[in-house]
């Protein structure tokens, strides 16, 4: 149940993007010792117009502690944009966690991705209030590239094993 560098960890998310668009979030992460991998789905809702668009991320990672307070990962892999179209390229992602005590911790966990030449830059930061192998979130999610931005706070909950 460990924050840092856990067996397994999933985490669920609802956030209030700007306009009429809403965001479920559902990430996974697993490993053993300093080797994991993650995955990562948005799904995001438009109403008016009623459009979808999921963005999808995977990455092998090498998790790296510093101390019983900080890690920080690297990890290298793919990001899929899939609405109307799906295009997929390489994304690379460092999150770095840091969790003072068993009772809370802040996390950065940006990725930078190419499409077919086009930056998507993924901006994640978090805190969250720990008890035993669970944790609630609150955080700000800001996902950009040249000409569209999706952005705004989240709730979520966060299982580790």
Do not use: C
């Amino acid at each position: 149940g460990e924050a840092l560098i856990p067996f397994f960890r999933a985490d669920g998310e609802y956030q209030n993007v700007i306009g009429d668009i809403a965001a479920y979030s559902l990430r996974a992460e697993g490993g053993y010792g300093a080797w994991g991998i993650q995955v990562r789905n948005t799904h995001y809702r438009e109403k008016n117009p009623a459009d979808s668009l999921d963005y999808i991320q995977a990455y092998g990672l090498y998790r790296m502690s510093f101390g019983n307070h900080i890690e920080v990962d690297l990890g290298i892999g793919s990001s899929t944009l899939k609405g109307r179209e799906r295009n997929s390229g390489i994304s690379f992602t460092m999150p770095v966690l840091v969790h003072p005590n068993k009772h809370i911790g802040f996390e950065l966990r940006p990725s930078w991705s190419d499409i077919h030449g086009s930056g998507v830059n993924d901006w994640d930061i978090s805190m969250e209030l720990d008890y035993g192998h669970a944790a609630a979130r609150i955080g700000y999610r800001w996902v950009y590239s040249r000409h569209e931005e999706l952005r705004g706070p989240y709730i979520g909950v966060s299982f580790r094993f």
